[in-house]
């Protein structure tokens, strides 16, 4: 008996990250709904993803409520069912200079886009899951539990998200499983809208500094996403993984 693809939405999967688990997911046969505020990113995700009919773009800030409601009422509409939320969407760019001079609005715009976001998302999406038994899985970052200077707004969204999952983790099991995945450094200079035709090759040391003795690419956090959405994952909820080919558990000491 043939069994129609489940589905999966993504929010920010129009590039970077997002689209590398749409191109993932696309592949292993789900049917995907890609949620994000830039059209012509989506544009260009169907054309480049779209061999089956299988893929939906929908234009959306996942910061407005009546835009996220919107979006989970048009992909349940076209899928009939929603079995996965990937909460990816973000504003990327961690430094925001001196905390003294971080304006409010800016400081206030990642909360919204970073961390509201996921709320809204998982809040409209849960009645379809529940239908499902289906799962959330919340994209963090390494810088969750580290930090650079100068990145206070980006580090206080991805500890929230953190948090965010194992509080929904623990009021949505055991019907829907929620975890969160916390990159680090994933190369996603090809999977962006205006990407080059040749990408320059990063340098021997950006490689060798990781003990993995490699950048991350998109995939390395797509597979885990296919992991964490599918039935072998059954027994994992409320964790955070952390995919940074090892750095966090590298000891730096300037010499």
């Known amino acids: 008996m043939n069994q129609e693809p489940r589905t999966v939405l993504i929010t920010g999967g129009a590039q970077g990250i997002g689209k590398g688990i749409a191109a993932y997911l696309l592949h292993k046969g789900w049917r995907v709904v890609i949620c994000d505020l830039d059209a012509r990113a989506g544009q260009r995700c169907l054309e480049e993803l779209e061999p089956t009919h299988r893929l939906l773009f929908i234009e959306a800030d996942v910061a407005v409520e009546d835009e996220v409601k ?78 650079e200077p100068n990145t206070e707004a980006y580090a206080a969204t991805k500890g929230g998200i953190v ?11 055991p019907e ?22 040749e990408v320059e090759p990063l340098s021997e040391t950006d490689h060798n500094q990781h003990p993995a003795g490699r950048v991350g690419q998109p995939e390395d956090i797509a597979s885990m996403v296919a992991y964490l959405i599918s039935p072998e994952a059954g027994f994992m909820t409320g ?17």
Do not use: C
């Not at 409010?104 to 239908?131: C, E, I, Y």
């Open 176 to 197: 829907i499983r929620v975890n969160a995945i916390s990159p680090g450094w994933i190369d996603v200079r090809a999977w962006q809208v205006d990407a080059p035709a």
């Open 70 to 147: 919107a979006a989970i009422r048009q992909a349940t509409e076209w899928s009939g069912q929603l079995d996965a939320l990937v909460n990816n969407a973000g504003i990327a760019d961690p430094e925001t200079g001196p905390i003294e001079e971080l304006d409010l609005a800016d400081w206030q715009r990642r909360l919204d886009v970073n961390l509201t976001g996921p709320f809204l998302m998982s809040k409209h999406a849960v009645p379809h899951l529940r239908k499902t038994r289906g799962s959330i899985v919340n994209m963090a970052s390494s810088r969750a539990i580290q930090s």
């Open 163 to 173: 948090a965010l999952t194992h509080a929904l983790a623990i009021s949505l099991g």
């Open 239 to 255: 964790q955070n993984v952390v995919i940074d080919g090892g750095m966090t558990r590298k000891m730096i000491y300037e010499e």
